[in-house]
């Protein structure tokens, strides 16, 4: 075959998927207004139990009330009535809600099956979620909490406890948390703000946000800003960036054990009565206010500001 029917097939094969990908897109978009309740559960629980949801698709969304039960309700548009089936179990130390599809074929994949969970669960309850293919809402919900999408947004808000979050192709976006967090996406911004706790942010392509009160920080990104807003005692601060600029503010009474590096950028310091050791034009160390904990800023391809506020 020559090079131009190589070329041909090549942009037809493009176009198709094109093309379904828009029609199967338009069809989703309108079906979702067309959602009706699949399955309705609901279970007597106890404290220290866990709630354990695996989808192969949907949305979720837990909230919470002050008794002792879980109840489920499962929405869907007419594809995935069709296509996905649900197990519910319990015993004394969880509950266990499946949603599994059915068929793996390329249509299938592409379907515009559409499919949600509204979860109730009591205010200090244990949390485990997986998903597939959709986002994930949580408010007002204290416990260890391990959140995993595929392919949508995390978002919590008035929540508190341990929490692990990951996501591969979205946002994390975190609203007055209380506790300890570890938040990662390969492919998304991550925000924290109104929070208090330990953090450990990762991003692979996207900027990080901190609005954090006290804690230990730890933030990395191979593509994106870093803007840090803190306003306790220095616990250990540490910012990498990769391809972005590296934005902080902290305390007139912040102390640290610094150092500052930005190779292709610019070191700003505003920060009335800060005395730090210049190695180079991209390169500081030194102490601040006699500080022993470390305050680490390093970006490649951004600029360093630091503020006192």
């Given at each position: ?38 399955k ?10 866990m ?8 949305d ?15 929405f ?23 949603g ?7 249509f ?13 669960v ?5 949390t485990?979620?997986?998903?597939s ?8 919900l ?5 959140i995993?999408?595929?392919?949508g947004?995390i978002?919590?808000k ?5 929490l ?18 570890k938040?990662?996406?390969s ?5 924290a ?5 330990n ?29 840090l ?7 250990g ?20 054990d ?14 009335p ?6 190695i ?9 206010n ?11 391809g ?8």
């Amino acid at each position: 075959m020559s090079a131009i029917n190589y070329k041909t097939n090549g942009l037809l094969f493009l176009i198709l998927i094109s093309f379904f990908l828009t029609l199967f897109s338009v069809e989703n978009h309108a079906e979702k207004k067309n959602y009706k309740l699949l399955k309705e559960k609901s279970f007597q629980v106890n404290p220290g139990m866990m709630l354990v949801l695996e989808s192969d698709g949907g949305d979720v969304e837990v909230t919470t009330w002050d008794k002792n039960s879980v109840h489920v309700k499962i929405f869907g548009n007419s594809k995935a009535e069709k296509m996905f089936s649900f197990e519910f179990d319990s015993n004394e130390k969880r509950v266990y809600i499946q949603g599994k599809k059915h068929g793996r074929s390329i249509f299938n994949w592409f379907s515009s099956a559409s499919l949600k969970y509204e979860i109730t669960v009591p205010y200090n309850f244990n949390t485990q979620i997986s998903t597939s293919g959709g986002d994930v809402n949580v408010l007002s919900l204290e416990g260890e909490l391990s959140i995993n999408t595929s392919g949508g947004d995390i978002y919590l808000k008035n929540s508190g406890g341990m929490l692990e979050a990951r996501t591969s192709g979205g946002d994390i976006k975190l609203n007055y948390f209380d506790g300890e967090m570890k938040l990662a996406t390969s492919g998304g911004d991550i925000d924290a703000n109104h929070s208090t706790g330990n953090i450990e942010a990762r991003t692979s392509g996207g900027d990080i946000s901190l609005g954090i009160k006290s804690g230990k920080i730890s933030a990395r990104t191979s593509g994106g800003d870093i803007s840090l807003s803190y306003k306790g005692k220095n616990k250990g601060i540490e910012l990498y960036s990769s391809g972005g600029d590296i934005n902080v503010k902290v305390p007139q009474n912040f102390s640290a054990d610094t150092e500052i590096k930005s190779t292709g950028g610019d070191i700003i310091l505003k920060f009335p009565g800060i005395t730090l050791h210049k190695i180079s034009n991209q390169y500081y160390t030194g102490k601040i206010n006699s500080g022993t904990e470390p305050f680490i800023l390093k970006t490649i391809g951004g600029d360093v500001l630091i503020t006192g506020k």
